[in-house]
Each structure stands twice: as structure tokens, then as C-alpha cells.
């Protein structure tokens, strides 16, 4: 009878004749190898938290369940297991829901999980302690949506969750567990017969050999071909296919942010540094795992050159994918490492290589573009700018490649996507489908606990106020996070003026000349200010030598950068500039 003591407790000889609904849960996670939690106690989960904790969980509690939210979701990113994200009622669970919505946006698997009030009291909107209908608010935001109301439901529960997040394409669960599911007890032996371990929770998915034949007879007779990655591709863990198919079909290849890495930036089919022009000039476009989306220009306008002359083959999970944006010529629904091993199959070992002139003509761009790169990252401006801060952190990721480096801002975002090579898969983490700030501190906590890797995070001085409180979590589990605020002293830039002349400076405009470095300090944490890039380097170099928390406050020329960084074309009155062409 002991194989129903409860996972992890003491062993005992005899078993309990009775199991609440708290250590059900417990047991139901670890059952699924479930071993972190992230979240944020209150009534009515602070018990589980703490429970376990004293049953050899990690549990991870942060200063807002936002970010404990973005934790669990890059959790789930990376090691392909949702992450799991408690909150406690009404307010809590609001603040993870974000990060929920967020992750389903980003096809990350994660499992946000909150306490709630009692049904009975809810449903009479009759005023309970938090009362909020959580289950019929969460339903539009996420994958799928389920609440438990008795105890020997709750393996059920969890299994159905966990299916929902990983199976088919990734995505966001909410789970409700009303107050008074934790207290309710049962047979010890009957709970323990209730959980059920998932087997195949995301089952592969084989595409049709039509499906691969019509995709590799468009691809040999492309012209001018092309490979798109995304953070798909990136997640499938697929990595040695993925770099086959690139090498084998010798087809230049760009990646999207979260993908860079996946084939070391430096590799010579990389054809980053000419990505406008392998946009407008590819003809045959293989899209693995990325969406044709507002990050693509949804696979039109000038972006794109001659619309009638391009023609897209995507592989992706998703079937209803297909079509969204663009016509799809050859879709191959199915898992990212079925379709590519089955593409690999097809060609075999003697597939033509594209033209030289292609090849040399994507070569060439790249190289003039880098040459120019190279001359603006070689000046050392005073003070520092964007492109010769990069400069250097360029050089720490060149010699620390499995570093995980976290990036979020508009301007801090697009020069390091652009100017910093990353050299492993799934080492880069941003923010991601919506462009959302706030991810930086949960995604960092994330990244070292789940790989214990050193973190990196380049953070727009704006965007890492989103999150910034975590730098005490950071202190609190010693985790080995180096933070690079790029310090410019407002949104974008630090530049505006109050066009009124009132007292109060502009929208945008933040304290100007604000030490973040003392907010890691005042936790016991390491807090530098560099001003040039040579002290930036030294400090992100011993950050990364004694792994102790550190926070760089990077002194940026704060005229430096453009408003909304690269996509300043969607701020209203600028599209409306354009489109008039004044
Ligand atoms: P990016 O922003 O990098 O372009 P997207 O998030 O737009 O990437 O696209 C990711 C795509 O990858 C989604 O359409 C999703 O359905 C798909 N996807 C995720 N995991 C897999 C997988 N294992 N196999 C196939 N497709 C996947
Ligand atoms: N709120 C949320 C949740 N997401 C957003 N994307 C924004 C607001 C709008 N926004 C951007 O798109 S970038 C950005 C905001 C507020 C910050 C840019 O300033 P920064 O970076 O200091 O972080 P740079 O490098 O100075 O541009």
C-alpha cells in the first residue's frame, strides 16, 4: 500500500487514510515532472506554495504575479514542459493573465493556476473576498480554460491542462482551483488512483508525403530561395534538422529574433545583414514555424518586392496558419522535426544547390552591409550611443555563447537584435509576438533557474521599470543575472519637450540621470554605472566570472535612438505622414 503515500513525503508505515486537495496537486504535478513553480502567495494558495517547497519543489516567488506569469511562460519555451504560474484570486490572477495572454500569443506552453472564491458566493455575485468570475474572463485570453471543483477531479485536471499547453500548437491554460477544493479530502488510496501521468503529450504529427512532395519540387525549381526561421523552429528543439536542411539544400536563411542562434549567426548562409533584399528578391520563401504576421510585414508590400512573384511553402503545426496573410502554395502541416526530417529524406544527398549568382548575390549584400556595421561599431562616441554599447556586449556574447541574453525597449531592441550574433540555439529571448515590455526581469529569473545558465538582459531603461522590482528575486535565489540598463533617461529617447512649457516635463521624459544601478545594491546585489564601453565590458565580464546578481546602469547619449525604435511607421501620425507622402 505505499505506493499511495503521497510523492515525496516521508515514508511511513502506514499510509494516510486521508489526502486534501493540496497535496492531490502536488502530487499530480510531480507525477508529470512538474518540478518548479513560480507565482506569488496569498489566501488561498500560500499553503501550497509552502507545502511544496517542504516536498523538494522549487517554488519561486516573485514581487507581481506578472512576472511570475512571464517566468513560467519562457520556463515552458524553453524546456518544452509548461511552466506553472500561481496566483491567488481576482487581483492576482489579473495580474498573471497578461503574461497568459501573452504566452498564448507566443505559442509558449505555460499553465497559470488561481485560487479563486467560492462558486456558490460568485455566481449570486454576492460578494466574496476577491470575488471574480476568473474561468469566463480567462476563456478569451488563452488556449483552453478549466476549473476543478472536487478533490478527485484534480488529476483530471491537470492532465487536461497539460495536453492543452504542449499539444498541437503551444499555448497559454488557465486553470481554476476554487478556496475550497484545497481542503477537501478524500480516501488516500482513491486520490492517488485519480492522477493520471500524461503519455505523448504533444504527440508528433507527421505531415502528408503529398504535402512533402509538393513542397520539395516548389523548392527545387526556386530561383532565388529562401529559409525563414521563427521561434517555432526554435522551440521545436529540432536543432541538428533544422541546420541540416539548411545545408543540405544550401538555401540562405534569415532568422526571426527568438531564432537567431538556432544556426550560429556567423554561419555563411546567414543572410541577416541582407535581409531587405533576400525579402524583396527571394521567389520560393520556406517559412519553418513563423507566422506571416505584422513582424513580416504579413508577407506583402514593398517589403516583399513583386507580390505575383513570390511563393510560400510553411511548415507549422497549425493548419488554419495557412492562407492567413498570403497565399500558401505548398503548406506542410505537421511538427516542425517530422516535416523537416521528412524534407531531409526527400532530398537525399545529391539536391541542387541554388544558382552561384543567387548566392553570391545574397553574399555580397551581406558583406557590404557588415563592413558598414563594422565602421559604426568601431567608433567610441562620448557619450556611449546604442551601436557602440552593443559593440562590446557583441564581444561578451561572442566569448560566452551559451549565455542566455534577454532583451526588451524599442531602440535597445532592434540594435542588439541586429548588432549582437548569438551562437546556440534558444539562447536569445525578447519580447516577442506582441512587442510587449515588461517580460525582461520574469523571463530572466526564468532562463537561470531552468538552465542554470549566465543571464544577459539589455533592457531599454523604460522597459525595465516594467519589471524592475524583481531585481530583489534576482538577490533573494542569488541567481547569476548581469542587467545592462540602457539608460537614456526616458521612452525611446530623453529628448522631449513639454510643447505647453508647463512645469512637467514630457511624456516620454523619465529623472534624468537615475542611478539604477543602487536599486541592486539596496538587495545586496553588485550595481556598476559605466559610461564607456570599455567599463560596460569589464563590468558584464566579472558579472559573468563571479555570477553574483549585477545591474550596469549604462549611461546612453539620450538623443540617441528614434521614437517607437524601428516601427515608428505604426505610430499613427508617422503612417499618416507616409501615406500621404509628405
Ligand atoms: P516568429 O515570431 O519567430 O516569426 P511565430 O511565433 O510567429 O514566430 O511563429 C511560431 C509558429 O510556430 C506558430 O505558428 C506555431 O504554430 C508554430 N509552432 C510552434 N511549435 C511548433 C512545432 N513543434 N511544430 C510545428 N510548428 C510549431
Ligand atoms: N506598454 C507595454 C506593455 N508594451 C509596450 N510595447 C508599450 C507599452 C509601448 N512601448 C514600446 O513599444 S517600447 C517602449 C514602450 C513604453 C519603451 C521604449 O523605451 P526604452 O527603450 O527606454 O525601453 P529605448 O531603447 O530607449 O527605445
Redesign the pocket.
Known amino acids: 500500500m505505499t505506493s499511495f503515500a503521497p510523492v515525496g513525503a516521508a515514508p511511513s508505515a502506514q499510509p494516510p487514510a486521508e489526502i486534501d486537495g493540496f497535496q492531490l496537486l502536488i502530487n499530480a504535478l510531480k507525477l508529470n515532472g512538474i518540478d518548479t513553480l513560480f507565482g506569488l502567495p496569498g489566501i488561498p494558495i500560500t499553503d501550497l506554495t509552502r507545502k511544496a517547497q517542504a516536498q523538494g519543489m522549487r517554488v519561486i516567488s516573485f514581487r507581481h504575479e506578472q512576472n511570475a506569469g512571464n517566468a513560467a511562460a519562457a520556463a515552458g519555451y524553453l524546456t518544452q514542459k509548461p511552466g506553472i504560474c500561481l496566483t491567488v484570486s481576482a487581483p492576482g490572477f489579473l495580474n498573471g493573465l497578461s503574461a497568459l495572454a501573452n504566452a498564448t500569443v507566443?505559442?509558449f506552453p505555460m499553465i497559470l493556476i488561481s485560487g479563486s472564491s467560492e462558486r456558490e458566493i460568485v455566481d449570486l455575485q454576492q460578494g466574496d473576498y476577491e470575488e471574480m468570475d476568473q474561468l469566463a474572463v480567462a476563456k478569451p485570453l488563452c488556449k483552453a480554460a478549466y476549473r476543478v471543483l472536487h478533490a478527485q477531479d484534480i488529476g483530471v485536471g491537470i492532465a487536461r491542462a497539460i495536453r492543452a499547453a504542449l499539444s498541437g500548437?503551444?499555448g497559454g491554460v488557465y486553470l481554476d482551483l476554487p478556496a475550497k477544493l484545497f481542503g477537501q479530502t478524500m480516501d488516500a488510496a482513491a486520490g492517488q488512483a485519480s492522477l493520471i501521468k500524461v503519455v505523448d503529450a504533444?504527440p508528433r504529427?507527421l505531415p502528408a508525403p503529398e504535402a512533402v512532395e509538393r513542397a520539395l519540387a516548389l523548392l527545387k525549381n526556386a530561383k532565388r530561395p529562401l529559409i525563414?526561421?521563427?521561434?517555432?523552429?526554435?522551440?521545436?528543439q529540432a536543432d541538428a534538422d533544422i541546420r541540416a536542411l539548411v545545408e543540405t539544400s544550401g538555401v540562405p536563411y534569415l532568422p526571426?529574433?527568438?531564432?537567431k542562434g538556432l544556426l550560429p549567426d556567423n554561419h555563411v548562409l546567414s543572410a541577416s545583414a541582407a535581409r531587405s533584399y533576400v525579402l524583396a528578391e527571394a521567389d520560393v520563401v520556406l517559412l519553418v514555424?513563423?507566422?506571416l504576421?505584422w513582424?513580416?510585414s504579413h508577407g506583402k508590400g514593398k517589403t516583399w518586392g513583386a507580390p505575383q512573384a513570390k511563393q510560400f511553402i510553411q511548415?507549422?503545426?497549425?493548419p488554419t496558419?495557412m492562407d492567413s496573410n498570403q497565399p500558401i502554395a505548398a503548406p506542410l502541416v505537421?511538427?516542425?522535426?517530422s516535416?523537416v526530417a521528412a524534407l531531409l529524406r526527400g532530398m537525399g544527398s545529391n539536391w541542387p544547390q541554388p544558382s552561384a549568382q543567387w548566392i553570391n548575390a545574397v553574399a555580397e549584400r551581406r558583406d557590404k552591409n557588415q563592413a558598414k556595421m563594422a565602421e559604426t561599431l568601431a567608433q567610441n562616441p562620448s557619450p556611449m550611443n546604442f551601436h557602440s554599447a552593443l559593440g562590446a556586449i557583441r564581444e561578451v556574447i561572442k566569448a560566452n555563447p551559451s549565455a542566455i541574453l534577454v532583451n526588451e525597449g524599442a531602440n535597445t531592441l532592434d540594435f542588439t537584435r541586429s548588432i549582437v550574433d548569438m551562437y546556440e540555439p534558444r539562447k536569445r529571448l525578447d519580447v516577442?509576438?506582441w512587442g510587449v515590455m515588461g517580460i525582461g526581469m520574469g523571463f530572466a529569473v526564468a532562463a537561470a533557474v531552468v538552465t542554470n545558465k549566465p543571464v544577459i538582459a539589455i533592457e531599454g531603461d523604460s522597459a525595465f521599470g516594467f519589471s524592475g522590482m524583481e531585481v530583489e528575486t534576482i538577490c533573494r535565489y542569488h541567481l547569476p543575472v548581469c542587467i545592462v540598463v540602457f539608460n537614456n533617461n526616458g521612452v525611446y529617447r530623453g529628448t522631449d519637450v513639454n510643447a505647453s512649457g508647463g512645469a512637467d516635463v514630457a511624456p516620454t521624459v523619465f529623472v534624468k540621470g537615475a542611478r539604477y544601478d543602487k536599486m541592486m545594491e539596496a538587495f545586496g546585489g553588485v550595481g556598476v554605472l559605466a559610461s564607456t564601453p570599455a567599463e560596460l565590458s569589464a563590468a558584464m565580464h566579472a558579472a559573468i566570472a563571479n555570477g553574483l546578481p549585477t545591474l550596469i546602469n549604462a549611461v546612453i547619449d539620450e538623443t540617441a535612438g528614434t521614437e517607437s525604435g524601428r516601427i515608428t511607421m505604426l505610430n499613427p501620425q508617422t503612417a499618416k505622414k507616409i501615406n500621404s507622402g509628405n
Open positions: 507566443n505559442c500548437r503551444p504533444a504529427q525563414l526561421l521563427g521561434k517555432g523552429a526554435a522551440y521545436a526571426m529574433s527568438m531564432a514555424g513563423a507566422r504576421n513582424l513580416l511548415i507549422d503545426i497549425s496558419e505537421g511538427d516542425i522535426g516535416c516577442g509576438t
